[in-house]
């Protein structure tokens, strides 16, 4: 699920009307509140945030 998300992520900005953006929006929600119904390890929304502590930190580094 996440090659999913990372995918969604990655093209989302590339979609310049709304109802594209909402329906990317909806499935990242959808496989989200899928995945928190199951209790298997860390779920997509850890692994979400976890991506984007690692992406911040990344950004905060670089030099201006």
């Given at each position: 699920?996440?090659?999913?998300f ?55 580094k670089?030099?201006?």
């Amino acid at each position: 699920m996440l090659d999913v998300f990372e995918l969604l992520i990655q093209t989302y900005p590339r979609y310049a009307d709304s109802a594209s953006r909402e329906a990317v929006q909806a499935v990242v929600m959808n496989l989200t509140q899928c995945d928190e119904r199951n209790e298997r390890g860390r779920g997509v929304a850890e692994q979400v945030l976890g991506r984007l502590a690692n992406e911040v930190s990344r950004i905060a580094k670089c030099p201006k």
